[in-house]
């Protein structure tokens, strides 16, 4: 069983910073695709980045301020997040893949002020 532990949320001001964490276990994190998703209230839980193997995917809304990266030693993966805006106020959501199957994380709020 994967299990994903995220930490780093909370409350920043529009302009800000923040680094989300997510530490996994139960899995050969190198083996894992890793994802952030986000789901802001009453909307639907989107994508926000990927990193399988060498490659990342980022949603074109935070494209150039996020990233998305990880260390398969500390089976950890990061989201540094960079002119944080009102709009990325959500609750974020780190998510595995292996074998197909898909887990999540319990989820960590950010919330950016204005």
């Known amino acids: 069983q994967v299990q994903l532990v995220e930490s780093g949320g909370g409350l920043v001001q529009a302009g800000g910073s923040l680094r989300l964490s997510c530490a996994a276990s139960?899995?050969?994190?190198?083996?894992?695709?890793m994802s952030w998703y986000r789901q802001a209230p009453g909307k639907q839980r989107e994508v926000v980045a990927i990193?399988?193997?060498?490659?990342?995917n980022y949603a074109d809304s935070v494209k150039g301020r996020f990233t998305i990266s990880r260390d398969n030693a500390k089976n950890t993966v990061y989201l540094q997040m960079n002119s944080l805006k009102p709009g990325d106020t959500a609750v974020y959501y780190c998510?595995?893949?292996?074998?197909?199957?898909?887990?999540w994380g319990q989820g960590t709020q950010v919330t950016v002020s204005s």
């Open positions: 998510s595995a893949v292996r074998l197909s199957l898909r887990y």
């Open positions: 139960g899995t050969i994190f190198s083996l894992t695709d």
């Open positions: 990193s399988s193997g060498r490659n990342t």
